[in-house]
């Protein structure tokens, strides 16, 4: 079994910042997992926002965030952190962690993601 615990999402103007961060626990969790961040926003469909390859040497990102997001993780906390600068209106919704064995560079057409933390809600008011 595999827990994600979201935590950090909350209320912000328009132009602000949020920092997510996530921990993964349990017996068949691995640090060689690839982790990322999906969203869905009210009346949409989940999508892709964030990947990091189990080193943090890869990161990938959906256009819509490229130059304002940046992914980062720590291994020996099992952690990883989704850093949110210049928040917008349209960057309101649910924020949700996931982790799969398949590489990040795959997520953002990927509808197959293994284990899904259970969201943090982020509002960006304008």
């Known amino acids: 079994q595999v827990q994600l615990v979201e935590s950090g999402g909350g209320l912000v103007q328009a132009g602000g910042s949020l920092r997510l961060s996530c921990v993964g626990s349990?017996?068949?969790?691995?640090?060689?997992?690839?982790m990322g961040w999906f969203r869905q926003a009210p009346g949409k469909e989940r999508e892709f926002v964030a990947a990091?390859?189990?080193?943090?040497?890869?990161?990938y990102y959906a256009d819509s965030v490229k130059g304002r997001f940046t992914i980062s993780r720590d291994n020996a906390k099992n952690t990883v952190y989704l850093q949110m600068n210049g928040l917008k209106p349209e960057d309101t919704a649910v924020y949700y962690c996931?982790?799969?064995?398949?590489?990040?560079?795959?997520?953002?057409?990927?509808?197959?993601?293994?284990?899904w933390g259970k969201g943090t809600l982020v509002t960006a008011s304008s």
């Open positions: 996931a982790a799969d064995p398949l590489g990040g560079s795959y997520w953002s057409d990927y509808s197959g993601i293994t284990y």
């Open positions: 349990g017996r068949t969790f691995s640090s060689r997992y690839s």
């Open positions: 990091i390859s189990w080193t943090g040497t890869y990161t």
